[in-house]
């Protein structure tokens, strides 16, 4: 749930979630990736929607990297906001819905907003970020009541594989993400880019306990480790550690 006319400036309606769900991130080496892939088949069943995937993300910010800089400087107020799209995880097919999702965070109030794009994923992802054809993010926010400070560009796109499970016993949703990568940036915004895989991957626990189910806990000794990750911050600095 996004508050209407969210202005991180100023006042906001409180957000009144649901029962309260956690995030728990695992950094792992992406060497281990099929390792943790095959424990994890094994041990849990494939999710029933959408078990394996290729997930697709542009994420959009300001010339001056407002947004990124809202979360390295741990500010009051955060927003994030990225087209996404998925493919087939074998033959690399995009599908045909692409949606909009932004995510708030004003103190201890958190949002998040996701609407249908009309652009398809075979389009978006054959089109340069610099494009006039990428859609209006900042627009897009504005019609559903979300005011952002300054003009929101198409920055970097940012692709990896994802496979989804369940925790048998606390049905607890799983995510393992690898083969995390840039492939293509927007060259007003990044004068360079670098296409390598990421060196880490991530495993992502979503439930109602923050802490690591019993069943899960071999993971530790699999080479995973907990702490927080964000894909935007880890691949903006890879890219600009290639501009160096």
């Given at each position: 749930m996004i508050p209407r006319r969210f202005d991180p400036r100023g006042d906001a309606p409180a957000v009144h979630a649901g029962p309260a769900e956690y995030?728990?991130?695992?950094?792992?080496?992406?060497?281990?990736?099929?390792?943790?892939?095959r424990w994890l088949e094994c041990r849990c069943p494939p999710h029933p929607v959408f078990p394996a995937s290729i997930v697709s993300s542009i994420?959009?910010?300001?010339?001056?990297?407002?947004?990124?800089?809202?979360?390295?400087?741990?500010?009051?107020?955060?927003?994030?906001?990225?087209?996404?799209?998925?493919?087939?995880?074998?033959?690399?097919?995009?599908?045909?819905?692409?949606?909009?999702?932004?995510?708030?965070?004003?103190?201890?109030?958190?949002?998040?907003?996701?609407?249908?794009?009309e652009v398809s994923g075979k389009v978006l992802s054959g089109l340069a970020l610099d494009s006039a054809e990428m859609p209006d993010v900042g627009g897009l926010l504005r019609a559903q009541g979300v005011d952002y400070p300054g003009l929101l560009f198409p920055a970097f796109r940012i692709d990896y594989r994802r496979m989804r499970f369940l925790e048998p016993a606390t049905r607890a949703n799983l995510c393992l993400d690898y083969d995390i990568h840039v492939p293509c940036s927007n060259r007003r915004l990044v004068?360079?880019?670098?296409?390598?895989?990421?060196?880490?991957?991530?495993?992502e626990i979503k439930g109602r306990s923050a802490a690591l189910p019993p069943a899960l806990r071999p993971l530790v000794m699999l080479g995973c480790r907990k702490q927080s990750f964000s894909k935007y911050l880890a691949c903006y600095e890879r890219l600009t550690d290639a501009m160096a």
């Open positions: 995030e728990t991130k695992f950094v792992f080496g992406r060497e281990r990736a099929h390792v943790l892939r994420y959009y910010d300001t010339r001056g990297w407002r947004s990124l800089g809202e979360k390295v400087n741990s500010d009051l107020f955060k927003l994030k906001a990225r087209l996404r799209w998925y493919s087939d995880f074998e033959t690399k097919e995009p599908e045909e819905a692409v949606q909009l999702e932004a995510k708030f965070k004003r103190g201890r109030e958190r949002g998040k907003l996701r609407v249908p794009v004068h360079r880019h670098d296409p390598r895989r990421l060196d880490q991957g991530v495993f």
